[in-house]
């Protein structure tokens, strides 16, 4: 079946440094999109992409869809206390209505 | 605009009680609706979602059911609760055309004590 795979776990970062999420599939994907949820909150959606090398900014963060449809990034450039919480991807194979969510990366920020 | 409702925000149940969860959606027609479940630091897990009234899709064999008995209601139950059923149940939906995000609910804490 459909395996979505998310690393880092965890990621502990200084304010300021860079981070990036990866998310790896073992079936070429439709489209994915990443969420970002807040530490007691629920789920919100960020982005999708759609096209294969696809690469979407969001202003410190950029995302970015592999050539092969197979993997797909989040990267936060100078981090800040407000991006803390868990970030994830979530697959969608063509055809399908739903979505099958990464086991997501949950990022600290620490001042 | 869209919303989505659902409640309630925490529950502390029973072993072998009943449960009903409830989310309803405002300001759209013909959503697609889900159900996910989040354990404690976990991922999410996708348990049912519907295209349409009385059409409901299941993920994972379980001890749970959903319902869809109008176009923006979904309804979450089971008859007799584990411990094990003890999660953040999260509803979402989405458009029935056209690729976009799912909105998620604020979710329901349920307890199983």
């Known amino acids: 079946g459909q395996q979505v795979m998310q690393i880092p776990q965890y990621q502990h970062v200084q304010e300021g440094e860079d981070f990036t999420t990866y998310c790896n599939s073992s079936?070429?994907?439709?489209?994915i999109q990443w969420y970002k949820q807040r530490p007691g909150g629920h789920p919100v959606f960020l982005i999708q992409?759609?096209?294969?090398?696809e690469v979407k900014k969001q202003k410190r963060l950029t995302f970015q869809f592999g050539e092969a449809k197979k993997n797909s990034s989040l990267h936060i450039t100078a981090t800040q206390t407000t991006d803390v919480g868990t970030y994830f991807c979530?697959?969608?194979?063509?055809?399908?209505?739903?979505?099958?969510f990464g086991t997501g990366t949950r990022l600290k920020v620490l001042a | 605009s869209q919303t989505i409702h659902q409640w309630p925000a925490t529950l502390v149940q029973p072993v072998g009680s009943p449960l009903s969860l409830e989310c309803t959606v405002e300001?759209?027609?013909?959503?697609?609706l889900y159900w996910y479940r989040q354990a404690a630091g976990r991922g999410l897990q996708l348990l049912f979602y519907?295209?349409?009234?009385?059409?409901i899709s299941s993920e994972v064999p379980q001890n749970l059911s959903a319902s869809r008995p109008q176009d923006r209601q979904f309804i979450l139950s089971s008859k007799k609760l584990l411990l094990s059923d003890s999660g953040f149940y999260l509803c979402?939906?989405?458009?029935?055309?056209?690729?976009?995000?799912?909105?998620f609910g604020s979710g329901t804490r349920l307890t199983v004590v």
């Open positions: 979402a939906w989405s458009p029935r055309t056209g690729n976009y995000g799912y909105t």
């Open positions: 079936t070429t994907l439709s489209n």
């Open positions: 992409l759609v096209k294969s090398g």
């Open positions: 979530a697959e969608s194979t063509s055809g399908t209505y739903k979505y099958i």
């Open positions: 300001g759209t027609s013909n959503p697609n």
């Open positions: 519907s295209v349409g009234i009385g059409q």
